[in-house]
């Protein structure tokens, strides 16, 4: 190393209590940086530099807490960059573990890159609501073309190290020790010009469609952004890249980070990176948590039906890599879920090959088709995911109890029904927890874990663990009738088909949720789950079929407002895309895409009649705080009632189970946005004028929030005197 500097130690902290180290920059390391740099060009016995991280982890780019901080940084690190750039020596990077944001920036200044075969890289500011502000959207475009800089840029996207070899955007892939590669490459560069290897002297590699390219671009971006400012904002930076001057480019990149530094999405989606982390660290009312409890491991698991979920559950744990029997209850069943399952993992083994990934799913000892119960007495956990019925899952859960090894953890995917009551029928109830998927389950990130009265903190830290092996977000709630997601979906669908009623069409109150940006509005939602679902469980609930009383009011249950315009649609056999008909008209049965339907116009005017309902109009102003604020009003009810620990997790429930858009950060976080007061008072006017909907009068909750002078969001916990699960 005579003639080399090397700088490590610079990037450096310390996370959890491992011995592992997350890097990212801070003010001091920014100077150090600077310091090095200097130093390095200012002494004639230093010949070259290379940069690297320490402990295999290049950088993951600024502190995210920086930026919502009053002294913000981030400015800063353009120059360093120009700084590294500028200088006579070589300047090789030596990327290591991750080079992120800033991180990658640092090493587009140097002069050459060179990658760990096991490197990840990219710009992930976009998914925090920022830009590359430290002249990435100026010197990406410039070293590896524009196409492939705004799919870098815009999505966030990390890449591997041989998909940044073959991009150009390193120069080397090595499988040995990076520095040391780093080291010799930088020795064999003394003396050589380096003129050509300054990306800002470059140009923008042109495309013959330039102008044409960038348009339809745009497009795209904006239909993948949702309402989201920062791709499009990135899109111009990167489209100032390709018009103006290196300075110039750098200018506009500043203004835009500047937009996107102030606005509300930056600190939305910022929140949310932090929320997700945050639920990780679960904990119960009783004390539990990782602290506490550790998880077991899982060797084999089962799942227990093959239907859509089932099949998208068996596909996730496949793709975790831990050996499953999928059981159905005969041999038709179990063919048709076999042939279905073996569709998806063909499908999800193609998309990891494009990955330069495997997937390993023709082997018995790894995925394993069966019906007969015996073939569960080793496996170490089961889901059941049959139909959402208490008798049916009563049953299988008395079997399994009797069949499984006694350490076996018995988990049921349900989406509202009470665990205590599965958990009573075995002999095991502290082993049993709910594990509610998302549909498709493969593909959904969220996965509600519901801990019933016995479930032990063993059980809730092995769901957890699951989760996180499988790649899904783990949200631990307590029990209550639709637990989190579920319990604050039914005001706000109530509201929706309560505005069909006063006056509204389905696609009225479908957009204005869809401008919000929700991924789709109730009725498309309800459409594509099928109407059959609510209608079954609300037979069940005794709200509608044939066990309600006689002569039981057709707007009301028990003295509170009800709608039967669901049921009424059911009846006449519109369930949605699979009957080609629900709320909207489809091409044909199983078709996607919805049209107004002049039938439910009619229908619902014909209905009002009926009811002596005056149609009148309403506004969006008036369907965006009914939906919402009801189900931002149950999210503090589930927060006293300690169905859920922190704000937090009804936001990530949202955002990665419901569609909640992610740059609005979650219900409970847009509340505190909107201002709790203003919540408070639009909910006690509308409770005012509908006062048999008591989904409409205010939490006490939230009163006592307003009442305490309205805290920020990290404090509302803290004003909650703990009230034990309400089951
Ligand atoms: C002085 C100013 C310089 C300005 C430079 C110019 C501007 C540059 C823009 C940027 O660089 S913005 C940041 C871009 N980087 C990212 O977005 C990376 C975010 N992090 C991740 O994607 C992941 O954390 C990871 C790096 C891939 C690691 O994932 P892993 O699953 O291994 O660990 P996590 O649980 O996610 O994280 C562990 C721990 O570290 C915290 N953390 C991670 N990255 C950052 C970060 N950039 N800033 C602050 N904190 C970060 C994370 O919150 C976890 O903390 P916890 O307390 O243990 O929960």
């Known amino acids: 190393i005579q003639n080399l500097f090397i700088w490590n130690r610079l990037f450096l902290l310390v996370f959890c ?32 530099v290379t ?73 992930p500011e976009v998914t925090i609501g920022l830009l590359p502000g430290a002249e990435g959207t ?22 591997s190290a041989s998909e940044a070899l073959k991009l150009g955007l390193v120069d080397e892939v090595v499988e040995e020790n990076t520095v040391e590669a780093a080291i010799r490459l930088a020795n064999r560069l003394i003396g050589q010009p380096l003129g050509h290897r300054r990306l800002s002297l470059k140009p923008v590699p042109k495309l013959p469609n330039m102008e044409a390219f960038l348009t339809e671009a745009l497009v795209k971006v904006k239909k993948r952004a949702q309402g989201c400012l920062a791709p499009e904002l ?11 001057p290196f300075a110039d480019g750098v200018r506009k990149e500043r203004e835009l980070f500047n937009i996107l530094l102030t606005s509300g999405q930056a600190k939305a989606l910022q929140y949310a990176f932090f929320a997700e982390r945050a639920v990780e660290k679960w904990t119960t009312p009783s ?74 799913f ?35 859960f008395n079997k399994l109890s009797r069949i499984c090894k006694p350490e076996a953890f018995l988990c049921t995917n349900t989406s509202a029904l009470n665990i205590d009551e599965i958990a009573s029928v075995t002999s095991r109830p502290q082993q049993v927890i709910g594990t509610h998927f998302f549909s498709p389950a493969h593909v959904m990130r969220l996965l509600e874990i519901i801990y019933g009265r016995h479930t032990s903190p063993t059980t809730i830290a092995t769901a957890m663990q699951l989760a996180k092996v499988m790649k899904k977000v783990g949200v631990v709630v307590g029990n209550c009738f639709g637990f989190v997601g579920n319990r604050m979906m039914f005001p706000y669908v109530q509201q929706a088909v309560f505005l069909l009623e006063e006056g509204s069409r389905p696609e009225d109150v479908d957009q204005v949720l869809e401008d919000f940006g929700f991924k789709i509005g109730p009725f498309r939602m309800s459409d594509l789950a099928g109407l059959d679902v609510g209608w079954r469980s609300r037979k069940d609930q005794g709200l509608t ?36 008909k629900g709320w909207y008209q489809y091409e044909k049965a199983g078709g996607r895409t919805a049209k107004p339907d002049p039938w439910i116009h009619s229908f619902l005017s014909e209905y009002r009649d009926t009811h002596q309902i005056k149609t009148r109009f309403i506004d969006q102003e008036e369907i965006l705080e009914r939906c919402l604020f009801t189900l931002i009003n149950e999210g503090f009810d589930i927060l006293a009632e300690g169905i859920a620990s922190g704000p937090e997790h009804l936001d990530v429930v949202y955002i990665n189970g419901y569609g909640w858009p992610k740059h609005r950060g979650g219900p409970m976080f847009y509340a505190s946005t909107v201002g709790l007061p203003n919540i408070l008072a639009k909910l006690q006017k509308y409770s005012e004028i509908h006062p048999d909907v008591p989904q409409l009068r205010p939490s006490a909750f939230l009163k006592k929030l307003v009442a305490m002078g309205n805290p920020p969001l990290n404090d509302w916990m803290s004003y909650l005197h703990r009230q034990s699960n309400k089951l």
Request: net charge positive; glycine share 10%; hydrophobic share 40%.
């Open 138 to 159: 100026q010197r990406l475009p410039r070293l590896i073309g524009v196409p492939a800089a705004l799919d870098i840029i815009t999505t966030g996207r990390h890449i």
């Open 287 to 360: 004390g539990a948590s990782w602290k506490t409890a550790s998880p077991q491991p899982i060797r084999k698991a089962a799942v227990i039906g093959l239907g859509t979920m089932g099949r998208g559950i068996v596909t996730s744990l496949v793709k975790a890599k831990i050996p499953v029997v999928a059981l159905e209850q005969d041999l038709e069943y179990l063919n048709t879920g076999r042939k279905a399952v073996m569709l998806l993992l063909e499908r999800e083994a193609m998309k990891m090959e494009q990955g330069g990934q495997t997937l390993d």
């Open 362 to 396: 023709n082997n018995p000892a790894r995925l394993q088709f069966a019906v007969d119960f015996d073939v569960l007495r080793d496996v170490d956990l089961v889901i059941e995911a049959v139909f959402e019925n208490m008798a049916l899952k009563k049953e299988i």
């Open 17 to 48: 209590n491992s011995t592992e180290s997350l890097i990212y920059f801070s003010l001091a390391v920014l100077q150090a940086l600077e310091d090095g740099l200097k130093r390095a060009d200012a002494d004639p016995s230093v010949k070259a």
């Open 545 to 580: 079929g044939p066990t309600l009383a006689p002569g039981t009011s057709a707007r009301q249950r028990h003295g509170y407002r009800y709608s039967p315009l669901p049921d009424l649609l059911c009846e006449k056999g519109r369930f949605g895309q699979k009957t080609g």
């Open 51 to 123: 940069i690297c991280g320490e402990n295999g982890k290049f950088s993951a780019g600024a502190d995210i807490r920086g930026f919502s901080s009053p002294n913000k940084q981030g400015l800063g690190l353009g120059p360093i960059v120009s700084l590294i750039e500028r200088s006579e020596k070589p300047v090789v990077a030596a990327i290591e573990g991750i080079a992120l944001g800033g991180g990658l920036e640092v090493t587009l200044g140097c002069h050459y890159r060179i990658a760990h075969v096991q490197a990840r890289m990219g710009l």
């Open 234 to 244: 990135c899109f111009q930076a990167i489209k100032a890249a390709t018009e103006q």
